[in-house]
């Protein structure tokens, strides 16, 4: 490996080898101890994370080749409730449960992690004397004011205070957000960089012409984007009303910016970084209509109907909200295990101090306390007993294992459950096998100061052909304590989005197409991720003094071959009516006797809401 990036422990920055990142959990935590740290600590790992090295190979021996052990131990340890999976759709339904039956309930909840929170993974980095934390999944609160009554009670119960975290994030000096962002291209001449309003340019608000002659594109191409982005020409003239809303929803927008438009298929990809953000490598396959509900050009010279949806797009940008916590929903997921359980940082008081509490993970599986949490433990069989109870096996550090419970709840991925659970119907089983979860990669980047990003003059770069096609900072943030860099001489975050760059085929469903991404993401080495960063953020922002080699100090990527829950999308899934259990998130989350599902799959909604929603749906049918 060509650099040496420093692993350090929580308490003084010792450093660990580059090789670590590839043992199993105990292995490095035994190695990480040996060269001072005094405890089990993951948020502070770097190199790989997300599905890390070790997380995923009991159960993809299962999956894959049927394989699991021929007997487990049966502990002597029943449950009221056993949960698998410690997500938030996990933790929430601990914390529903915990809620209707009391503070002594005895719960149980198993994950094949080594650190709870699933996609809401904590980034935590210490360097200078100084904490910063970066976002290893789950990014935020999205619109809460339309979350429901459950999620909004949720938060409560949490004491998350939405105008707090709206006021913390007012103003932070040169790491404030501005309504510019910057549009990277690549040129013979290197990246060309334009600073402008893109978002609203996009519906042909504000001086689009000017940005679009600095970008490194034909003169012709040029003329066509500015048409476009205008709104003088209807593309779709041609057709009928009713005729413009079956195209809308059944052509590709990459074929109506082809064929209708006229732009090279090289240029298109300048509209999709929004589309990639929500859908991943399925974004060649949005529809006309779903790429102008992300913000994509076209609509506005569709007459009145366009004029009538650009209106309604600006108003929705305007009264939108977003709240960040300083380490994106790892929050919410610490807030509910501090709630479960108290003794990880009794000295926490919460939604105030939240991202500067250090949690004990020593205290989250003893039995003394009635909610026990249990990292690194791969379920791989979930099955209702005759004495009315449901036997749980997993596997720990190699050890395979039993518990009971009067009740279970699966809050895994629904791809893994007809395997831990086979005795499901078929058509359930194959419900749940529908969705493929959309493959993405979040990289944070610790970098001794933030002089260079302050010279741009931005909060968000856009890089539609890069790996990574948004290039961000961590949330300057005083929730939860947090205290962000003060000024460009501080230590700082870069948070940056990554995409695997798929070729469509021809034919090819949205669903084959992430199924490619997934094993794109899983064959990628560190190393590869390592020097695509370098790259990318040495071309960024090396005119502005950027030396990779000596200002990373630190990069923990956090792959998720399986990600996002799967939405369905108009030009790969049938419109099933909704409330009919004719979709196959709502057949596959069907309860099972004592067995209960709770996942954002079973939504089919990639949202935080979704996650603690269907928590409580699963907690309702195990307590009527």
Known sequence: MKYQITRRDFLNGVAIGTGTTLLAPAELFAQAAASGASEYYPPILNGVRGNHPGSFD?????????????????????????????????????????????????ILLLDNHDDFGGHAKR??????????????????????????????????????????????????????ATADAMLALPSPDGLVKVRAPWVGLML??????????????????????????????????????????????????????????????????????????????????????????????GIQGMGWLGKMAVKLIEGILEGYQSLYF???????????????????????????DIAISHFDYGALDLEKHPVRLRLNST??????????????????????????????????????????????????????RYGVK????????????????AELGVGQINCPDSPYVTVTTAPPTTTGGNQPPAGPDDPMVIYMLGVPSIE????????????????QV?????????????????????????????????????????????????LDDPQWEEGQAQAPHEIGRSQFGRISIANSDSEARAYLDAAIDSGWRAVAEQTV
């Open 504 to 519: 469509l085929a021809d034919g090819e469903t949205s669903r084959e197409l992430l199924l490619r991404a997934r094993h």
């Open 204 to 297: 042909g608000i504000g001086d689009y012409e000017s940005a679009v002659r600095d970008l490194p594109l034909a003169k012709s191409e040029q003329d066509i984007l500015i048409e476009l982005l205008s709104g003088d020409r209807d593309y779709l003239e041609d057709l009928s009303l009713s005729e413009k809303s079956d195209y809308i929803e059944s052509v590709s927008y990459a074929e109506f910016l082809t064929e209708r438009v006229g732009l090279p298929k090289e240029t298109i990809s300048i509209f999709y970084p929004t589309p990639k953000l929500l859908f991943g490598p399925a974004a060649p396959r949005i529809s006309v209509l779903e790429a102008f509900y992300v913000g994509c050009p």
């Open 123 to 176: 980034n935590e980095f210490h360097y200078d004397g100084q904490m910063r934390l970066g976002i290893g999944g789950s990014v935020n609160l999205e619109a809460p004011g339309y979350y429901s009554k459950i999620s909004k009670g949720l938060l409560d119960d949490l004491g998350v205070d939405m105008e707090a975290m709206k006021t913390n994030m007012n103003d932070f000096g040169f790491l404030s």
């Open 379 to 432: 379920v791989v069989g979930v099955q209702e007993s005759e004495n009315e109870t449901v036997q749980v096996d997993y596997v720990q550090d190699g050890v395979a294992a039993s518990v009971t419970g009067d009740h279970c709840i699966l809050a895994c991925y629904n791809g893994a459950i007809p395997h831990i659970c086979p005795q499901l119907p078929e058509s359930q089983k194959e419900a749940l």
């Open 438 to 453: 959309v493959p993405l990669v979040w990289s944070n980047v610790l970098v001794k100061n933030g002089r260079s990003f």
């Open 522 to 570: 899983y064959a990628t080495t560190f190393d590869t991720y390592e020097q695509e960063i370098r790259d990318q953020l040495q071309g960024l922002l090396g005119e502005h003094g950027f030396n990779h080699e000596t200002d990373i100090k630190a990069i923990t990527v956090n792959r998720w071959p399986h990600g996002y829950a799967y939405e369905y999308m108009a």
């Open 326 to 352: 300083p380490d994106g929903n790892s929050s919410v997921a610490r807030l509910l295990v501090h709630k479960l359980i108290p003794a990880v940082a009794p000295n926490t008081q919460g939604f105030d």
């Open 58 to 106: 009991v159960m993809h021996a299962l999956a894959l080749g049927g394989e699991k052990p021929a007997e487990h131990r049966q502990l002597n340890e029943h449950y009221d409730m056993v949960i698998v999976g410690a997500g938030v759709s996990g933790l929430a339904s601990a914390r529903f449960y915990q809620k209707r039956m009391g503070p002594d309930a005895k």
